[in-house]
Antibody, heavy 120, light 109 residues
Framework: EVQLVESGGVVVQPGGSLRLSCAASGFTFDDYTMHWVRQAPGKGLEWVSLISWDGGSTYYADSVKGRFTISRDNSKNSLYLQMNSLRTEDTALYYC?????????????WGQGTLVTVSS | EIVLTQSPGTLSLSPGERATLSCRASQSVSSSYLAWYQQKPGQAPRLLIYGASSRATGIPDRFSGSGSGTDFTLTISRLEPEDFAVYYCQQYGSSPPSTFGQGTKVEIK
């Protein structure tokens, strides 16, 4: 059974930094592109970032480019999102999601999310 | 960036009725790279349809997707109680970034 478990969400002040983690199990982690998608409270979904199976390719939404960095450790079956220069508009539930393949951008499994609140 | 506009914002229907949800793109979505997701309160989204019309694993055949270019439709042939939820379309034809529509809520009338 595929499982994705996010962690690291907390309350942080504007301008602060945070690192989210996602622990994956139940599939061959290094065969798949992985994603972060976020959802502000009461709002819709926003794709944030992806990383290819080997970490060689990364892409970001314009809203986070230059502030967020996605990475992965295939030896630990883990995905990460380093978030710097946080803004109040970054407040959201952050989901880790598995791609159906290599950069197909179709997301077939999602975690339950970790909540990031940016507030002074 | 391709902008997706979903309509209606809310659809009020009874169990057993047919639901038709629309997703319109601001420019053509290449190769019908359009997916649909279902999200229930307090849950993560679930993949329903990809490639505009291919059902994901385990999705009942009452869910169907159609369309091409800029106009796409998700149809639920007969609503079951568990189908009342929010539905999002997603385009991935422009290669990263991907974008989602704002969602359509299907509620019990």
């Amino acid at each position: 059974e595929v499982q994705l478990v996010e962690s690291g969400g907390v309350v942080v002040q504007p301008g602060g930094s945070l690192r989210l983690s996602c622990a994956a199990s139940g599939f061959t982690f290094d065969d798949y592109t992985m994603h972060w998608v976020r959802q502000a409270p009461g709002k819709g979904l926003e794709w944030v970032s992806l990383i290819s199976w080997d970490g060689g390719s990364t892409y970001y939404a314009d809203s986070v480019k230059g502030r967020f960095t996605i990475s992965r450790d295939n030896s630990k079956n883990s995905l990460y999102l380093q978030m710097n220069s946080l803004r109040t508009e970054d407040t959201a539930l952050y989901y880790c999601a598995k791609d159906i393949g290599e950069q197909q951008l179709v997301l077939d499994y999602w975690g339950q999310g970790t909540l990031v609140t940016v507030s002074s | 960036e391709i902008v997706l506009t979903q309509s209606p914002g809310t659809l009020s229907l009874s169990p057993g009725e047919r639901a038709t949800l629309s997703c319109r793109a601001s420019q053509s979505v290449s190769s019908s790279y359009l997916a649909w997701y279902q999200q229930k309160p307090g849950q993560a989204p679930r993949l329903l349809i990809y490639g505009a019309s291919s059902r994901a694993t385990g999705i009942p055949d009452r869910f169907s997707g159609s369309g091409s270019g800029t106009d796409f439709t998700l149809t639920i042939s007969r609503l079951e109680p568990e189908d009342f939820a929010v539905y999002y379309c997603q385009q991935y034809g422009s290669s990263p970034p991907s974008t989602f529509g704002q969602g359509t809520k299907v509620e019990i009338k």
